[in-house]
């Protein structure tokens, strides 16, 4: 018989993965950058890390985006490829 409890639990995994990935990305952020996003700000879709903010702070994370992009590749198992 199949068993619910753990058909749900892959999706429970997948979503508490998804939300400690988007709290490291905004720890690399804020450490090469001195920016404070929230996890609301930021959205992973296809690769790319799209962050929902003013465009001042789309401007610096673009001055620091290859520090940032270095930095996730080496500390995540999350491939990300590019931040708009």
Not at 15 to 27: H, Q, S, Y
Not at 39 to 47: D, F, Q, T
Request: proline share 2%.
């Amino acid at each position: 018989m199949f068993n619910i409890e753990k058909y749900l639990e892959k999706f429970s995994k997948n979503i508490r993965n998804a939300e400690l990935n988007k709290t490291k990305i905004l720890e690399i952020i804020k450490k090469h950058t001195n920016l404070n996003l929230l996890p609301e700000e930021i959205e992973i879709k296809n690769y790319i890390a799209y962050i929902k903010s003013s465009p001042a702070v789309k401007n610096k994370l673009f001055i620091h985006k290859n520090k940032i992009l270095e930095e996730i590749s080496t500390s995540l198992s999350t491939k990300i490829i590019d931040i708009k």
